[in-house]
């Protein structure tokens, strides 16, 4: 997603706000909502705070145009905008001072922000005009995030504060800037050090991470303790389990009051399938004095899932609930509760959990799709037809399954049947990851991207939900081969694709099987890495490249000329079994036998012609004459020619 940088500093010259009394000091607080109000500026431009309900982020900047002290954090905040422009940062600041202070400020600095003046006492307000400079951080909705007063060192606390929103928000490139600014205003700068390293981290710059890690552990008191933690998260994220540990156990006995320390080892623990000690470790890290907002949201939100995976999904909830208190843009944990909620059939709620997440302003392609599921799962809820239809299926597939019928047998068995593949979800193994149903997200990105392509079509998702219910199969019965074979031949799929996903602590690893339902070979292992833990675009077309691949290697398109008029030559396959205009087939010709020893062996086909498709219908394709070593008939067998693009494999 583009960000652009905005900074706005708002110097009011007429106001109207709503929801506040003059004078009232404790009118603006955190987690209420901020006044409304209307400012006029010098350029003639109205800044109106209500226009800004769905901003994902804006601070409000209270200061004294004529007080260098009053002014430096709004300066340095302007000097990092000027240098990460691309950044997505809102500030508008307001002051009380007279007009030609104002514009004295404006001439002397040069910001890159219109001035406005505040006649109207929208300092009082925001209980912002006895104490300045006053900074208040608004999130979504124009709920007040944090209240920051006074200069000196509440620069450094705003600036490390604003760090870790933007750290949130996963802007991890302004979060490091911003950190870095507060780490030099002066001493105390560790936590906004600890800020940057964490923000590094979630770049994926370990290495950038570890340095500044080592930096403060190298320091005494808080330094050492803030460093060494990080160190232990730097650690567990390169797989260093061990390390970890040690490193988290030393912390928690140099600071029992911090928390972070307990997450990291209830993520070893997790990993070693000692999941009831992780659960306490969690919890204890829920209930530490001094742990930052972030880690607190990842500790609530791990417990979550947690509680969630032994279906405890009401406890769940509210565990998530807590973390986004804590995050508000926390996407991850808004997704995980909507997955709580899909899995009591309850899709509206799931739906608003989702649309929740979207709301934040950070670009969440999971919430996407997770989304257009739920609404999917919501149409078919209503639609009765489809419903009873389904049921009926379902019956069906499952008496089959439990009888283990496979579907009848086809009588032509050289011409291809359109080529099905269903999904099966994948086991979750490794670290406990900050998001639920990587599965559900991977393989329904994965359909839309085949369906696409017109060579595949996959296996219902609805169906196979119902299916799976019907027949009581949870992901340990799946992780059965047998078993994944006998559904993927009731649904009349001629590859399943399973397999796991490992969570690392730096990113996960996916492996998938293509399952030949006929043969029960493996047709194809494919490896992927996510680096981010969570797989984007770029992952998606790189695993949908492979399985195309392997389909068309391995199960190439076989017809038969069905009539020959001069060049043109019509087949008996169509759009329903894949083929798209530029397909191109080879004609072959049975070779001769050979005898050896008493028996008869079967001729190696020859290629007597080429034919490239230049019209698709539904069961029935229109070919031109590439080449041909003789005049082409009827009832000619005729297979796909591989494109040299997808080479040998």
């Given at each position: 997603?583009?960000?652009?940088?905005?900074?706005?500093?708002?110097?009011?010259?007429?106001?109207?706000?709503?929801?506040?009394?003059?004078?009232?000091?404790?009118?603006?607080?955190?987690?209420?909502?901020?006044?409304?109000?209307?400012?006029?500026?010098?350029?003639?431009?109205?800044?109106?705070?209500?226009?800004?309900?769905?901003?994902?982020?804006?601070?409000?900047?209270?200061?004294?145009?004529?007080?260098?002290?009053?002014?430096?954090?709004?300066?340095?905040?302007?000097?990092?905008?000027?240098?990460?422009?691309?950044?997505?940062?809102?500030?508008?600041?307001?002051?009380?001072?007279?007009?030609?202070?104002?514009?004295?400020f404006?001439?002397?600095?040069?910001?890159?922000?219109?001035?406005?003046?505040?006649?109207?006492?929208?300092?009082?307000?925001?209980?912002?005009?006895?104490?300045?400079?006053?900074?208040?951080?608004?999130?979504?909705?124009?709920?007040?995030?944090?209240?920051?007063?006074?200069?000196?060192?509440?620069?450094?606390?705003?600036?490390?504060?604003?760090?870790?929103?933007?750290?949130?928000q996963?802007?991890?490139?302004?979060?490091?800037?911003?950190?870095?600014?507060?780490?030099?205003?002066?001493?105390?700068?560790?936590?906004?050090?600890?800020?940057?390293?964490?923000?590094?981290?979630?770049?994926?710059?370990?290495?950038?991470?570890?340095?500044?890690?080592?930096?403060?552990?190298?320091?005494?008191?808080?330094?050492?303790?803030?460093?060494?933690?990080?160190?232990?998260?730097?650690?567990?994220?390169?797989?260093?389990?061990?390390?970890?540990f040690?490193?988290?156990?030393?912390?928690?006995?140099?600071?029992?009051?911090?928390?972070?320390?307990?997450?990291?080892?209830?993520?070893?623990?997790?990993?070693?399938?000692?999941?009831s000690?992780?659960?306490?470790?969690?919890?204890?890290?829920?209930?530490?004095p001094?742990?930052?907002?972030?880690?607190?949201?990842?500790?609530?939100?791990?417990?979550?899932?947690?509680?969630?995976?032994?279906?405890?999904?009401?406890?769940?909830?509210?565990?998530?609930?807590?973390?986004?208190?804590?995050?508000?843009?926390?996407?991850?944990?808004?997704?995980n509760?909507?997955?709580?909620?899909e899995?009591?059939?309850?899709?509206?709620?799931?739906?608003?959990?989702?649309?929740?997440?979207?709301?934040?302003?950070?670009?969440?392609?999971?919430?996407?799709?997770?989304?257009?599921r739920?609404?999917?799962?919501?149409?078919?809820?209503?639609?009765?037809?489809?419903?009873?239809?389904?049921?009926?299926?379902?019956?069906?597939?499952?008496?089959r399954?439990?009888?283990?019928?496979?579907?009848?047998?086809?009588?032509?068995?050289?011409?291809?049947?359109?080529?099905?593949?269903?999904?099966?979800?994948?086991?979750?193994?490794?670290?406990?990851?900050?998001?639920?149903?990587?599965?559900?997200?991977?393989?329904?990105?994965?359909?839309?991207?085949?369906?696409?392509?017109?060579?595949?079509?996959?296996?219902?998702?609805?169906?196979l939900?119902?299916?799976?219910?019907?027949?009581?199969?949870?992901?340990?019965?799946?992780?059965?081969?047998d078993?994944?074979?006998?559904?993927?031949?009731?649904?009349?799929?001629?590859?399943?694709?399973?397999?796991?996903?490992?969570?690392?602590?730096?990113?996960?690893?996916?492996?998938?099987?293509?399952?030949?339902?006929?043969?029960t070979?493996?047709?194809?292992?494919?490896?992927?890495?996510l680096?981010t833990?969570?797989?984007?675009?770029?992952d998606?077309?790189?695993?949908?490249?492979?399985?195309?691949?392997?389909?068309?290697?391995?199960?190439?398109?076989?017809?038969?000329?069905?009539?020959?008029?001069?060049?043109?030559?019509?087949?008996?396959l169509?759009?329903?079994?894949?083929?798209?205009?530029?397909?191109?087939?080879?004609?072959?010709?049975?070779?001769?036998?050979?005898?050896?020893?008493?028996?008869?062996?079967?001729?190696?086909?020859?290629?007597?012609?080429?034919?490239?498709?230049?019209?698709?219908?539904?069961?029935?394709?229109?070919?031109?004459?590439?080449?041909?070593?003789?005049?082409?008939?009827?009832?000619?067998?005729?297979?796909?020619?591989?494109?040299?693009?997808?080479?040998?494999?």
């Open positions: 997603m583009r960000h652009t940088m905005r900074v706005y500093v708002c110097i009011a010259a007429a106001a109207m706000f709503l929801a506040a009394r003059p004078g009232d000091a404790s009118a603006v607080q955190e987690g209420g909502k901020a006044p409304l109000f209307s400012l006029k500026g010098l350029d003639g431009k109205v800044y109106s705070l209500a226009s800004m309900e769905k901003s994902p982020m804006l601070v409000l900047y209270f200061f004294d145009a004529s007080s260098r002290p009053s002014q430096e954090g709004l300066l340095s905040l302007d000097g990092i905008a000027k240098r990460y422009r691309k950044a997505d940062l809102t500030v508008w600041g307001v002051t009380a001072s007279a007009m030609p202070k104002a514009q004295d404006v001439n002397r600095t040069r910001p890159g922000f219109p001035v406005l003046l505040d006649t109207a006492g929208v300092g009082d307000a925001y209980g912002a005009r006895q104490i300045l400079p006053s900074v208040y951080i608004l999130g979504p909705g124009l709920k007040v995030l944090d209240v920051i007063q006074g200069g000196g060192k509440s620069m450094a606390v705003m600036l490390t504060r604003l760090a870790e929103r933007k750290l949130q996963k802007d991890t490139d302004l979060a490091m800037a911003l950190g870095d600014a507060a780490a030099k205003t002066g001493p105390g700068g560790e936590k906004a050090l600890a800020v940057k390293g964490y923000a590094a981290l979630k770049a994926g710059r370990v290495d950038q991470a570890e340095k500044t890690f080592a930096e403060l552990a190298r320091g005494k008191g808080k330094a050492e303790v803030l460093g060494k933690e990080g160190l232990a998260a730097v650690y567990a994220h390169r797989g260093e389990t061990d390390k970890a040690e490193l988290a156990s030393q912390v928690e006995r140099m600071a029992p009051e911090r928390g972070y320390a307990h997450v990291v080892k209830a993520d070893v623990l997790y990993a070693r399938n000692k999941k000690e992780a659960m306490k470790e969690y919890e204890a890290a829920t209930k530490k001094d742990t930052d907002m972030f880690q607190k949201a990842l500790a609530y939100n791990k417990l979550g899932r947690l509680h969630a995976s032994v279906k405890d999904y009401k406890t769940s909830r509210e565990l998530y609930e807590k973390a986004v208190t804590l995050d508000p843009y926390y996407v991850e944990a808004m997704a509760k909507g997955l709580a909620y899995k009591e059939g309850r899709w509206d709620k799931a739906l608003d959990a989702y649309r929740e997440g979207q709301a934040t302003g950070v670009r969440d392609d999971w919430t996407r799709i997770l989304a257009a739920a609404m999917e799962m919501m149409e078919y809820q209503k639609d009765e037809k489809r419903r009873e239809r389904v049921d009926r299926l379902v019956k069906e597939l499952s008496q399954f439990r009888e283990q019928k496979r579907a009848p047998a086809r009588e032509d068995t050289w011409t291809s049947p359109p080529m099905v593949l269903g999904f099966v979800d994948f086991q979750e193994q490794g670290m406990l990851s900050e998001r639920d149903g990587m599965s559900i997200v991977l393989t329904a990105q994965l359909a839309e991207n085949l369906k696409a392509s017109g060579r595949v079509k996959v296996v219902d998702r609805v169906l939900d119902r299916l799976l219910e019907e027949l009581n199969l949870g992901s340990s019965e799946l992780a059965d081969g078993t994944a074979l006998r559904l993927g031949r009731v649904l009349a799929a001629r590859v399943l694709a399973t397999g796991s996903i490992v969570n690392l602590g730096g990113g996960a690893v996916v492996t998938m099987r293509l399952l030949d339902t006929e043969t070979s493996v047709a194809k292992v494919i490896t992927l890495r680096p833990g969570a797989p984007d675009q770029q998606v077309f790189k695993l949908n490249r492979q399985i195309l691949e392997t389909l068309v290697r391995e199960y190439p398109l076989r017809a038969y000329v069905v009539e020959v008029k001069g060049d043109e030559v019509m087949i008996n169509g759009s329903d079994q894949g083929v798209v205009q530029g397909t191109r087939f080879e004609v072959l010709e049975e070779g001769p036998q050979i005898e050896f020893k008493g028996r008869k062996l079967k001729g190696t086909p020859k290629v007597v012609g080429v034919l490239e498709v230049v019209r698709v219908e539904p069961g029935l394709s229109w070919c031109r004459v590439i080449s041909s070593d003789r005049p082409l008939a009827r009832e000619d067998k005729i297979v796909e020619k591989a494109p040299q693009a997808l080479g040998k494999g």
